[in-house]
């Protein structure tokens, strides 16, 4: 974000266009710092939207200020005030960190500033309002005359009646003027009577000073109290008193309002109304003592005098229903100047009357949380938590519908049951087939609880798997299946996984071992659906420890399993000792093995289940397809049965891949690239150093470089196809999984590339060499290196013509399917071994590609 963005929003900040200043970046970012509430505290004070200031809306426009009311103090800036403002917020908070994250009380009640101060004008005049200069009286003269009269106060006192002269009222109570207006109209006009009513009031000048937030003299309406005159002053700051704010009349304290009065209990009795010259002063705060915990209003309260424990209570609105009262801690300062822990029952006459003294934080403490008779569920529950448990009370009276009570992902076989002893606080685990609990209430298989019991029901990972795919058959579908599972689980239900729930019984059953009693951990591993970590089963059988894991999966092997066991010799040395057990029997209870602490069980695959290795053959093959083959099958034996080739097989062309060599060319033009945009920069630095040529060579960089980003790897491995068929001396190719194999059509062209006039493919020729074919294509072009031509034969092999005869007409000759290549010339050029191996890649790609699309 820009300067200009930051500051834009601050232009809101100010109140009075006429002051307006910039406002510092600085200014912003400590505004930002401030907590959540302070800052809107600021921008209720400045009249802005907050998101304006934090950048997360949109910019609007300032509002318009409305001052009736304002001070008459020196002036400030709106950017000075601003700062002021910050320091001031800052220091509050600094403070705040220091008592524990406790704030004064009640220091809210200013925050902001006023708008307006039409509300005092709308209050009714009392009967002894004091009139004065300034102030208008409206009279309504009726009966046989009919008139309305405005009559201002003026600055003698009087007020100027029609047709009678001028009448004294300043110092009279308002009720004392309207008497005097009565009589004499009854006196001077017959038959006529009068209303009397105050327009409108006067406005005054009083002062507000001491620890206001903006101290200063002020210019208020007649019938403002001292509230009112806090209020448009912007309050009282946090080192300013709420309970001694003090009004000064002729340099005499004339009244002390308790603000705690009118905040706690709503008396406003003492707020009295104010005078012209009154003086408001707000002296230092007095003694504060913090109270936090289990009451309604955490703070720093001010003290007036001595007060009782249950008096702070009372004034932080009281105890939670979670308070725990026979025991709050007391922190305070001895006499040596250390922090000290005192205790006070507060539910004894001793402890509500106990002394708070200045500086002591209370802390009200929590009550415990449930105790005893109650059962606890945990997990892919319904209705997780705990609930009242009775003796006798089995698991189908916590659960006794799988459906209902249970989530969906839930796993509806297995539960376990954490129990704790009440004689040594030690955990043991028991295993529940949730099913059979279920259906046979009353049964061996539904366990009868005991008090503090843990049930933890699990999720079926198959069920999420499951999920998750009828999800991804669309974004609309996708989003609908997420909306419901939250619904329904109200969590991630990878929390509801074995190993999560199982985590923290797992360690404490590794924390409660001891020698005597080792740990009750066993682990299980191979093909079951959940191996992991499990305590060890109450009636340690390998079958249900097995059942524990979520059962075997299909290409678990009956025949043989593993348990390793850790024991000691007579010497006490550790050793391992592995016992083979047969899985058939042990699952039927055959067995008598019996498993140990820390046992590690080996469920053993059966060997190459359900691993199918594939080759495709395609194009002129008889019976094309994916075929499955053998471990060890060769080609040879896969394409006999194919049935072979078809009469118009162009077997010397054929084009056999191999994924582990497309991966290697993918990672070879991975490099390549790498290395070209390493080129192409230090060819642009270097600039002019090359003359004219630096623009091309550039340019030919680049086309490099796309024709490497635009390659594909092919994974071609160059074979004999006819020797493979024909020839039983021809080493074997043994298939791997994903080979494929592309026999074309025989073909009747040879193909030119790279650096040539126009490339393309001619009708072959018996004859032709490559020279004539390059000519057919109008010859190299100037970027061409016409010494490294080399052709590509059908079956991808590489032959270079300047090591034959291939320009002097005789001996080899180019036969269909082979394809010419031009590289680019690159001597002239730096890092020619680079270019030259780049270009190769590319078009030994390019030809393979081709290859197989022009089936």
């Not at 029997?585 to 067995?591: D, N, Q």
């Not at 097989?649 to 790498?674: D, S, V």
Request: net charge negative.
């Amino acid at each position: 974000m820009n300067l200009k963005k930051l500051l834009l929003p601050l232009a809101l900040l100010l109140p009075l266009a006429a002051h307006a200043q910039s406002i510092s970046p600085e200014q912003i970012e400590r505004f930002k710092s401030l907590p959540k509430a302070q800052q809107q505290a600021l921008a209720r004070q400045y009249g802005i939207n907050l998101s304006d200031i934090t950048g997360s809306g949109q910019s609007s426009q300032r509002p318009q200020q409305v001052e009736v009311v304002k001070s008459q103090g020196d002036g400030e800036t709106s950017s000075e005030q601003l700062e002021k403002d910050l320091q001031e917020k800052e220091a509050e908070q600094k403070q705040a960190e220091k008592n524990k994250g406790l704030k004064p009380y009640g220091y809210d009640l200013f925050s902001g500033e006023p708008t307006t101060f039409a509300p005092v004008t709308e209050i009714p005049v009392p009967q002894n309002y004091t009139l004065g200069p300034g102030d208008t009286l409206q009279v309504q003269l009726w009966g046989k005359e009919n008139r309305n009269l405005e009559l201002p106060v003026g600055r003698d006192g009087t007020i100027n009646f029609p047709d009678s002269g001028p009448l004294s009222v300043a110092g009279l109570s308002f009720e004392e003027a309207r008497e005097q207006i009565r009589t004499r109209v009854q006196e001077q006009y017959i038959g006529v009577q009068a209303s009397v009513s105050l327009g409108a009031l006067r406005s005054m000048r009083v002062f507000v000073l001491g620890e206001a937030r903006n101290p200063g003299s002020y210019s208020v309406s007649s019938l403002s109290t001292i509230t009112n005159a806090l209020y448009v002053s912007g309050g009282i700051k946090q080192t300013g008193s709420l309970r001694n704010v003090q009004l000064k009349r002729d340099g005499k304290v004339i009244n002390e309002l308790d603000l705690y009065n009118l905040l706690l209990k709503g008396d406003s009795s003492n707020d009295d109304r104010l005078q012209a010259g009154d003086v408001i002063f707000i002296p230092p705060v007095g003694q504060r003592v913090g109270i936090e915990g289990e009451i309604y209003r955490p703070a720093l309260y001010e003290l007036d005098g001595e007060n009782t424990l249950a008096e702070l209570i009372r004034m932080a609105g009281g105890l939670t229903p979670q308070a725990y009262p026979q025991r709050v801690t007391i922190e305070r300062t001895n006499d040596d100047f250390l922090r000290i822990i005192a205790e006070a029952d507060y539910t004894e006459a001793k402890g509500k009357n106990a002394r708070v003294l200045p500086g002591d934080l209370v802390s009200i403490a929590s009550i415990s949380d449930i105790t005893g008779q109650y059962v606890e569920i945990q997990g892919a529950a319904t209705r997780p938590g705990k609930f009242a448990w009775m003796p006798g009370m089995r698991v189908s009276s916590v659960v006794d519908n799988l459906d209902a009570d249970l989530l969906p992902i839930a796993d509806k076989d297995y539960a376990a049951i954490v129990r704790t002893n009440p004689r040594t606080d030690q955990i043991s685990v028991l295993n529940l087939r949730l099913r059979e609990a279920v259906r046979n209430p009353g049964s061996q298989y539904d366990l009868v609880l005991h008090e503090k019991d843990r049930l933890l029901f699990f999720s079926d990972v198959g069920k999420v798997d499951i999920e998750e795919k009828e999800a991804e058959k669309g974004e609309e579908s996708k989003a609908q299946t997420r909306t419901e599972k939250t619904k329904e689980t109200e969590n991630d239900p990878e929390a509801y996984t074995r190993r999560k729930l199982f985590a923290p019984v797992i360690e404490r059953l590794k924390t409660q071992a001891t020698p005597a009693s080792p740990q009750q951990v066993i682990n299980i591993s191979g093909p079951v659906r959940y191996p992991g970590q499990y305590p060890l089963p109450a009636s340690r059988s390998l079958a249900d420890a097995v059942f524990v894991a979520g059962g075997l999966k299909d290409s678990a092997s009956l025949l043989q399993a593993e348990v390793a066991r850790y024991t000691t010799d007579e010497d006490g040395i550790g050793q391992t000792t592995i016992l083979d057990v047969n899985l058939a029997k042990a699952m039927a209870g055959e067995t008598s093995i019996t498993l140990k602490s820390r046992d590690r069980i080996l469920v053993k695959a059966i060997p190459e289940f359900s691993k199918t290795r594939t080759v495709t053959l395609e194009g002129e093959v008889r019976y094309p397809g994916e075929y499955t083959f053998r471990d060890g099958e060769t080609l040879a034996e896969v394409l006999q049965r194919a049935g072979g080739l078809t009469a118009n097989a162009f077997p010397r062309g054929a084009i056999f891949t191999r994924e582990k060599l497309r991966q290697l060319e993918a990672q070879r033009l991975r490099e390549a690239e790498q290395r070209l945009k390493g080129n192409l920069l230090g060819i642009q630095l270097e600039g002019d150093s090359f003359g004219g040529d630096n623009a091309q060579r550039v340019q030919q960089v680049q086309g490099l470089l796309e024709d490497v980003q635009d390659s594909r790897p092919v994974g071609r491995m160059v074979i004999d196809l006819p020797a493979v068929l024909e020839n039983e001396q021809y080493q074997a190719i043994r298939l791997q999984d994903g080979d494929k194999l592309t026999v074309p059509m025989i073909p009747q062209a040879v193909t030119v590339l790279g650096e040539v006039q126009y490339p393309t493919s001619h009708l072959h020729t018996e004859g032709l060499s490559v020279e004539d074919y390059l000519e057919r294509s109008g010859g190299p072009t100037p970027q061409a290196d016409e010494d490294r031509v080399y052709v590509v034969k059908a079956d991808g092999s590489v032959m270079l013509p300047q090591r034959s005869n291939w320009f002097g007409g005789g001996g080899s000759r180019l036969e269909p399917g082979d394809t010419i290549i031009m590289p680019i010339d690159v001597d002239r050029l730096n890092q020619l071994e680079l270019w030259t191996n780049v270009s190769q890649i590319v078009y030994q790609m390019a030809l393979g590609a081709a290859a197989v699309g022009n089936l």
